[in-house]
């Protein structure tokens, strides 16, 4: 029996992950994310899969992030028709994100047409909100370390490894051969998350390498934050924190009710504007048995700060004369509510905009972050004076040597090892890593590679 693997993401970036993997007669595909970031990675999007969307027989999520979810409203479109499998938590939060993402497709494909800034006539959004709906209504959630089938010698497992809520690596078995899919791993010692279960052993491993090259500084991140809040509103501006939704925009006002507890800031304004992430840290408080924070703990952080739910209140908050502090999505910078803010807040010398999280590859986050001296944001250009700022330490990704960490917690040595979803210097020094201090057989596939196992 051989098994089929194909890689049709995240080979040489961040974004995209799907991998495709053909055993006994079934094809299952692992995570269906969206490519993000530069535009010949967002032109994959459009482009048609390899193999046609029919004829999948399931698609296993390891959690909900876009990149890892975010194409199955276009696979559903495009004839898949059968269980999408994940643990509830990350139902719970596709079922925010996905909607959203349509949302934002549609947002941007009329504002395109509106002001005329598109080649295409008209534009049309990749998919729209009702596609994301229809996705759903395909989710099966599951348990966490539960044994399921997909056929009678098919089976596998979702495993915690922190990262978000509900985020998992999964363990796929077919009787002959075992391949597991680390997903993204998150950290021993989040303050949030809880560390990464150990790693059962495998024939074969997919993993991740987003920060396969580096490693994060020891700081005390919260004392930071602290420190760059208190700078900020001393000269009268305000912090905007263009935060992912999902998992760290929970983690930043966790610290911020913290700083606030410990008499370190002032008792400014927060305001969590982006309606995904106020449906996430709902979530989140509901989900207290998920994370480190007890049910009392989970309740006062959410109620710390402001909900903006409407378009008329975020634009208000704009125009406050007093320095505040605006947690908003996207994380990059890349959509969402947070860029209204960054037209206005960019232009003020007093104003931070403070990134939390891994930036990738030409997205706004990483222009600002090298120093872009403009910004271009609904076709307009936005004279970036503002103090731009990253909040090191506080990525939800483990650095190499964790991943090597959660990779020592295998008993007996796999056969080979894939490394995946890193950009190519990273993915490339996990991979020297690997082999130099396990000894491993390890590759580094490229978009569209196929290897028969
Ligand atoms: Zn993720």
Redesign the pocket.
């Known amino acids: 029996m051989i098994m089929k693997l194909s890689f049709l993401g995240a080979t040489g970036t961040v974004t995209g992950s799907k991998y495709l993997l053909e055993t006994r007669g079934k094809r299952i595909l692992i995570d269906c994310g969206l490519f993000q970031g530069l535009k010949e990675l967002r032109l994959r999007n459009w482009a048609s899969l390899p193999i046609d969307p029919a004829s999948i027989d399931a698609v296993l999520l390891t959690?909900a992030?876009l990149?890892?979810s975010g194409y199955l409203p276009l696979l559903v479109r495009n004839g898949f028709a059968g269980p999408v499998y994940c643990t509830q938590a990350t139902a719970d939060l596709c079922s925010i994100l996905l909607p959203d993402s349509g949302h934002i497709h549609e947002e941007d494909a009329s504002r395109a047409n509106r002001y005329g800034y598109t080649k295409h006539h008209p534009a049309l959004p990749l998919y729209s909100e009702k596609d994301a709906w229809l996705a759903l209504d395909q989710f099966k959630p599951l348990e966490f370390s539960k044994q399921y089938h997909i056929d009678k010698k098919i089976y596998f497992r979702f495993e915690p490894v922190g990262?978000?809520l509900g985020?998992s690596y999964i363990r796929i078995d077919d009787g002959s051969l075992s391949i597991t899919f680390s997903g993204?791993l998150g950290r021993y010692q989040d303050p949030v998350m809880r560390s990464p279960s150990p790693l059962q052993d495998t024939d074969y491993l997919v993993v991740e390498s987003t920060y396969g090259d580096r490693l994060h500084e020891a700081n005390d991140l919260q004392n930071n934050l602290g420190q760059i809040i208190n700078e900020t509103s001393s000269k009268g501006g305000s912090v905007i924190i263009p935060a992912f939704a999902v998992g760290r925009a929970q983690a930043i006002l966790y610290h911020i009710y913290k700083l606030k507890e410990r008499g370190v800031i002032a008792d400014l304004p927060v305001y969590l504007d982006s309606p995904m992430s106020i449906k996430a840290t709902d979530v989140f408080c509901k989900n207290h048995r998920l994370h480190k924070l007890n049910e009392e703990e989970a309740y006062k952080v959410c109620n710390a700060v402001k909900q903006v739910s409407t378009v008329e209140e975020s634009k208000r908050i704009d125009h406050s004369p007093y320095p505040s502090i605006i947690v908003s999505a996207s994380g990059m910078a890349t959509g969402g509510r947070v860029l209204h803010h960054l037209k206005v807040f960019l232009r003020d010398h007093r104003n931070t905009v403070l990134f939390a999280g891994f930036q990738a590859n030409a997205t706004r986050g990483r222009k600002m972050l090298e120093g872009a001296e403009t910004i271009k944001i609904h076709g307009e250009h936005i004279p970036v004076k503002a103090r731009i700022a990253n909040l090191e330490g506080i990525s939800?990704h483990a650095d190499y040597k964790e991943v090597m960490q959660w990779l020592e917690t295998m008993k007996a040595r796999p056969s080979k090892v894939f490394v995946t979803h890193g950009e190519e210097q990273a993915a490339l020094a996990m991979a020297t890593r690997l082999r130099e201090e396990f000894g491993w057989d390890v590759e580094v596939p490229e978009y569209l590679d196929s290897v028969n196992l």
Do not use: S, Y
Request: hydrophobic share 35%; proline share 0%.
């Open positions: 959690h992030h990149d890892h990262h978000i985020a993204d939800a």
